[in-house]
């Protein structure tokens, strides 16, 4: 954890509180994938499936609860 | 790349990190849950809240999940170093909450999403990629 932090305070400049407290995890390893991306570093998905175990109706249903 | 190439989401996990990139809250029961960030990751994995290590079963899981999503965070640091404290803590929450099913159903669900979102974010150098120095 401590190196996920290092990183994303690296890239972003953002104090402790942001990225261990507001910035969700997820988009984190993002910011991380990004970063290398740019800097000519390979990294991959572990997980890329067409078919992950998510509830796509649920999802489409809430996105038209917005409208 | 062309100019005019219409960018779709081709693949479920990519709508999975499109989804974690702006991972808010979210209501589930009764419960307000704060994004996954950092920290609430930290403190699931000390407790075995995401890999069973406790014995623990879904009940006991899921209402971790929302102890630790949406009990004042000051109350959790207190109690969240020590797991025999912790699970105190979690037993007390179910107590005084007294979830229901259908409430222990939808709390699974923003478990097993922000699970998801999380997973399928995560990435590994590849063989012919070069350590950042990090």
New interface residues.
């Given amino acids: 954890?401590a190196?996920?932090?290092?990183?994303i305070a690296?890239v972003t400049g953002w104090g402790y509180r942001e990225?261990?407290?507001?910035?969700?995890?997820?988009?984190?390893?993002?910011i991380?994938?990004a970063?290398?991306y740019v800097?000519?570093?390979?990294?991959?998905?572990?997980?890329?499936?067409?078919?992950?175990?998510?509830?796509?109706l649920a999802?489409i249903e809430e996105a038209f609860s917005k409208l | 790349m062309s100019k005019n190439k219409i960018e779709v989401l081709e693949r479920d996990d990519e709508v999975l990190r499109e989804q974690g990139m702006t991972s808010g809250s979210r209501k589930a029961g009764r419960w307000e849950l704060r994004p996954t960030c950092a920290t609430e990751v930290s403190w699931m994995q000390f407790n075995g809240v995401i890999v069973d290590d406790n014995g623990m079963d879904v009940l006991w899981r899921t209402s971790a999940f929302a102890y630790i999503h949406s009990a004042p965070k000051s109350e959790i640091r207190a109690c969240v170093r020590d797991r025999a404290q912790f699970i105190e803590e979690v037993d007390e929450w179910i107590g005084e909450n007294d979830p229901s099913s259908s409430e222990i159903k939808e709390l699974s669900s923003a478990l097993n999403g922000r699970m998801n979102e999380w997973f399928s974010s995560s990435s590994e150098l590849t063989s012919s990629g070069q350590s950042s120095g990090n």
Avoid: C
């Fill in positions: 954890m190196g996920y932090a290092l990183r690296k990225i261990m407290e507001d910035l969700p995890f997820a988009a984190g390893l993002q991380i994938h970063d290398d800097n000519g570093v390979e990294r991959r998905w572990t997980r890329n499936e067409r078919a992950g175990s998510f509830d796509s999802i």
